[in-house]
């Protein structure tokens, strides 16, 4: 086969087909005495497991996958196909634990211990039974703002600043670290709200579940592949 019938296949560019080949994502070409690359099944197969990733593993990560796979050490690809379904695991877990963290925190308004509606840092330390330096860590990491008491200088924690602290405390218990956390916390923020937030979990869920499927529908090219190399 010529590098066009591959790419007619697929609706990509005779180039884009090259350039695979260059970067290792399909196995080395042989060429005619006139320097023409001749493609077989092997390449065929080889691109079609490539883009069956793309959707599963990005084209970064899919283009490792191919390269461990034509360079022989399927154990390292396969390595790397379990990391990405261990980071989709996580991803799973943390969207459970943010969906169950604002059905908490909506559910259950935040109760204020001062006439000013907002704690101070050793009230809302005791509230989660945390030490005031793990809120200062907290704020460090970007997660927490509080204001300045205009007076005293010492900080001032509002309802929005106690409920992102309780979030915080919630997924940290769950392992998360806190630049994780720092990122779902302005993700909520950017939301906007508990509807806008309804709809971005909801979008979020919807993509896992679609990288989930396109594991299952790449795995089927993956084992394909290798057992073809296997019996080249």
Known sequence: MKPSDLAREHGISTQAVRNYE???FLPPA????SGYR????????????????????????????MSA??????????MLIDRGHSRLLQDR?????????????????????????????????????VTPATLRNWEQAGILTPTRDPTTAYRTYQA????????????????????????????IHT????EPLARALGDWHRKLTAQALAMLHAATYVSEYVKLTKEG
């Open 22 to 24: 260059r970067d290792g």
């Open 93 to 129: 877990e943390t969207l459970d634990s943010v969906r169950d963290a604002i059905d908490h925190l909506t559910a259950a308004p935040v109760p204020s211990r001062s006439p000013r509606d907002s704690l101070t840092i050793g009230e809302l330390a005791r509230r989660l039974r």
């Open 191 to 194: 939301a906007g709200g508990s």
């Open 160 to 187: 929005p600043d106690i409920r992102d602290a309780e979030l915080t405390h919630l997924l940290r218990r769950g392992g998360y670290l806190l630049d994780h956390i720092a990122g779902v916390i302005r993700q």
């Open 69 to 78: 796979l034509n360079d022989g050490r399927v154990d390292h690809a396969l």
């Open 38 to 65: 001749v493609y077989t099944k092997a390449h065929a197969a080889a691109l079609r497991t490539f883009l069956a990733l793309i959707p599963a593993y990005g084209h970064a990560g899919s283009g490792q996958i």
């Open 30 to 33: 042989d060429r005619t005495p």
